[in-house]
């Protein structure tokens, strides 16, 4: 990674602002999941042992304006005292002249937790006079959002133009770990994309097909690449306007491309429905796809052996109804068993390591799903390009 971190800057004394993703999943005003949360924590522990007081900033959610209260982040404040055993200071915003009071009064070894940065429009609109006064809070500024660097904001972007910026250490990982499927993946490299919609994805197909040895196609994506071949998918999800597309894919693949053999199929869309396995050629009238079959499970495994470096981004089947899970997991715990490089690329992947019982057996699961893919489509991230070259 050719950007500076934490480490190659003086700490000491200084008040750092510190843009971290604490865009928790919330539930009745308490947070549900707090791996966020706990992900920034080597960042923010490094900087207080480096003596420094810590000004954090964050949005939660998408408020329609500042009284938005269901959108506070003062819950996450709270596990996040509870995480660091030491108080959590909570602004009643993000700027103005009380902040600024209390951004000044921070001893060292202090935490102030800023107030949701999208209560204020000229976040997103990346408006430089409100970055200017989030800037004028710290005197260094570290990004750990890895989640949100894809986006041109106030608090990822903005800010670094006016203070000396770094990485921090979740941050610097991501770029690692992402960088290696981008850069010089070890080959054999295999990826894997699921999901719903081939629009959504059709760069990062691109770029992987350019560099990897296999691309498993799964999810929704897969019925359109089947039904460009022919194959009559009857109610499955098919985008009709892709289907051009994947056969123009298909032709440059060669033999790179992998798509489902078999098919577990529902008469609908719902956990009670009636299923059966068949062949992807065979799917009767009223009957659509919700998940890869054994078959196909068995074709993943015989591509994933021996492969040195394993990318997966999304699922291969509607794992949220138990009855269609198990084809994504089956891939998870092939995953878990390889001696590959495996990295998760966030969103759904992520929940479904997680809900298969494996995301401590991956070498590294991502932390921001929409990031990761536009990562792994080679594009350069605003919130990344603004950090200080090493």
Same mark, same amino acid.
């Given at each position: ?37 706990? +992900? ?36 996450? +404040? ?13 602004? /009643? ?11 000044? +009064?921070?001893? /060292? ?16 609109? =990346? ?26 904001? +106030? ?23 992402? $960088?290696?499927?981008?850069?010089? /993946? ?73 798509? /489902? ?51 997966? =981004? ?6 949220? %109804? ?34 298969? $019982? ?11 799903? $929409? ?16 950090? %200080?070259?090493?």
């Amino acid at each position: 990674m050719n950007k500076k971190t934490v480490k190659d800057i003086d700490l000491k004394n200084k008040r750092v602002l510190m843009r971290v993703d604490f865009n928790v999943p919330m539930a009745d005003g308490k947070v549900t999941d707090d791996k966020r949360i706990r +992900a920034a924590l080597p960042t923010i522990k490094y900087c207080l042992d480096q003596n420094a007081s810590v000004i954090l900033m964050s949005h939660l959610g998408r408020p329609k304006s500042a009284s938005d209260s269901q959108f506070s982040l003062r819950a996450a +404040a709270e596990v996040l005292s509870t995480l660091l055993a030491r108080p959590v200071k909570m602004a /009643p915003d993000c700027v103005g002249p009380e902040v600024e009071a209390m951004a000044k +009064a921070l001893k /060292p070894g202090e935490v102030l937790m800023l107030e949701n940065t999208r209560f204020h429009a000229e976040e997103e609109k =990346n408006d430089l006079d409100f970055a200017k006064q989030l800037a004028s809070l710290g005197e260094v500024f570290v990004n750990d959002a890895f989640g949100s660097a894809h986006r041109a904001h +106030a608090s990822t972007e903005g800010v670094a133009r006016f203070l000396p910026a770094v990485s921090g250490f979740l941050m610097e990982q991501e770029l690692e770990y992402l $960088g290696r499927a981008v850069a010089n /993946p070890e080959h054999p490299y295999i990826a894997i994309l699921g999901g719903a919609k081939i629009s959504d994805k059709i760069l990062v197909v691109e770029t992987l097909l350019a560099k990897c040895d296999k691309l498993i196609i799964g999810g929704g994506m897969a019925n359109t690449f089947l039904a460009a071949q022919g194959l009559n998918m009857q109610d499955s999800l098919v985008e009709e306007s892709s289907l051009e597309t994947a056969r123009g894919i298909m032709a440059k693949s060669g033999d790179k491309l992998i798509l /489902p053999v078999d098919a577990v199929i529902a008469d609908k869309f719902a956990e009670d429905a009636n299923t059966q396995v068949v062949d992807v050629g065979e799917i009767p009238a009223g009957w659509r796809m919700l998940d890869v079959g054994p078959k196909t499970v068995g074709v993943y495994q015989a591509a994933l052996s021996g492969a040195k470096l394993i990318v997966w =981004n999304g699922p291969v089947g509607v794992f949220e %109804m138990p009855k269609f899970a198990e084809g994504t997991f089956a891939l998870a715990r092939m995953l878990a068993e390889s001696k590959a490089v495996t990295v998760i690329g966030g969103g759904d992947s992520a929940s479904a390591v997680k809900k298969a $019982g494996v995301a401590k057996q991956m070498t590294h699961v991502s932390t921001g799903g $929409g990031a990761s893919l536009e990562f792994l489509e080679g594009k350069e991230l605003p919130g990344v390009a603004a950090l %200080m070259d090493k």
